[in-house]
């Protein structure tokens, strides 16, 4: 049971390169969502998913674009990567019903150089 | 916005009881959680309450909520070393599928 499972799990970005970070998650969840964690900051909401062709934006959306063709892939893309985006990020998803059960994969740290 | 706020450090013996605490100013929240991630891995859901209860109990866990005072608190008895790890406080308002995170806590249990 593989859960949630992010891609790749280090990386390094000169600035104004770009990147995808892959996350694809096997429970047939609705929400899929994205997060950054800066050190010693809790998480902040960059994305979400209510079902397949369905993206909000969340706190911190400036820099990153998402999209949703299935209920299982949620791939986070960084345009232009500039050292304000080095940060671990964190993929999850949850069933919908009681929003917070989160399942998280184990994340993607990223330094943009 | 809303925000969560706890403490960042707390040290504890093995065998003693930890009580990590939470304070939030979200008047509407209609969950409040606490997730734990250890070194290296990803946050995983410990436990949650609902609003309108005032304890939950779940094995060595146990979760306090003073609505008046906004305050969680989570109580780990017989502190294990196993249980080193940083502990985040959570909350969502009501339809939200936001959640607003504290910054955690880091525990630390000497053997």
């Known amino acids: 049971n593989a859960g949630v499972t992010q891609t790749p799990k280090f990386r390094i970005l000169k600035i104004g390169q770009s990147m995808t970070l892959q996350c694809t998650q096997d429970?047939?969840?609705?929400?899929m969502y994205w997060y950054r964690q800066d050190p010693g900051m809790g998480l902040k909401l960059i994305y979400y998913?209510?079902?397949?062709?369905?993206?909000d934006k969340g706190e911190v959306p400036n820099g990153y674009n998402v999209s949703r063709s299935t209920t299982e892939d949620f791939p986070l893309r960084l345009e232009l990567a500039a050292p304000s985006q080095t940060s671990v990020y964190f993929c999850?998803?949850?069933?919908?019903?009681?929003?917070?059960?989160?399942?998280f994969g184990s994340g993607t740290q990223l330094s943009v150089l | 916005g809303e925000d969560v706020e706890q403490s960042l450090f707390l040290s504890v013996r093995e065998g003693d009881s930890s009580v990590i605490n939470c304070t939030y100013t979200d008047s509407s929240s209609t969950y409040l959680y606490w997730y734990k991630q250890e070194p290296g891995a990803g946050l995983q859901l410990l436990t949650y309450i609902f609003s309108n209860m005032d304890m939950k109990q779940d094995q060595r866990l146990t979760v306090l909520l003073n609505k008046k005072d906004k305050h969680l608190s989570l109580r780990i008895a017989d502190t294990q070393t196993g249980d080193s790890a940083i502990y985040f406080c959570?909350?969502?308002?009501?339809?939200?599928?936001?959640?607003?995170f504290g910054k955690g806590t880091k525990l630390s249990v000497i053997p």
């Open positions: 959570a909350e969502s308002g009501a339809g939200s599928y936001q959640l607003t």
């Open positions: 998913s209510v079902g397949a062709g369905i993206t």
């Open positions: 999850a998803s949850s069933p919908g019903q009681g929003f917070g059960k989160l399942f």
């Open positions: 429970m047939n969840h609705n929400y």
